[in-house]
């Protein structure tokens, strides 16, 4: 039964791994989109924002379901509990990639734009997001 169970948790750190990548590729991308006024790049992120929002609710699932069926305790309780938390705060993130994405054509060529600090803060949130699930994946 334990074996199972670590087994899961192990599966739920890779899902974790996989959601952190993809927020972080999505985040790289609405960046690289404004800076140079690719708004095909732009749109895309924008209608591929729902993958993001299902890689949410496939980890959700997975920690309600490990929550139900094992009722953890202790460090596995904080595991699921700081995995539930973390996927809502990269949910938003990746939201707020598109929104970035989103205002990519108000700004009409990428010379009249300085985005270095918004590119600074897309890395310090890009990096945030590796350290946190690295973090919960060494536990």
Do not use: W, Y
Not at 110 to 115: A, G, I, P, R
């Amino acid at each position: 039964m334990r074996k199972h169970f670590d087994d899961q948790i192990a599966q739920l750190g890779e899902q974790m791994m996989a959601m952190g990548a993809l927020v972080e590729n999505t985040i790289e991308r609405a960046i690289r989109a404004l800076q140079t006024d690719d708004m095909a790049e732009a749109a895309a992120i924008r209608d591929g924002d729902h993958v993001v929002d299902e890689k949410e609710r496939e980890v959700e699932a997975m920690c309600i379901h490990m929550l139900l069926q094992q009722q953890p305790v202790a460090r596995d309780l904080r595991t699921i509990s700081a995995a539930l938390k973390m996927i809502t705060d990269m949910e938003r993130i990746g939201d707020q990639a598109a929104d970035i994405a989103e205002i990519t054509p108000f700004f009409p060529s990428h010379n009249t734009f300085d985005c270095t600090l918004v590119c600074r803060m897309a890395q310090q949130a890009s990096s945030m997001v590796t350290q946190s699930v690295d973090a919960l994946v060494r536990r």
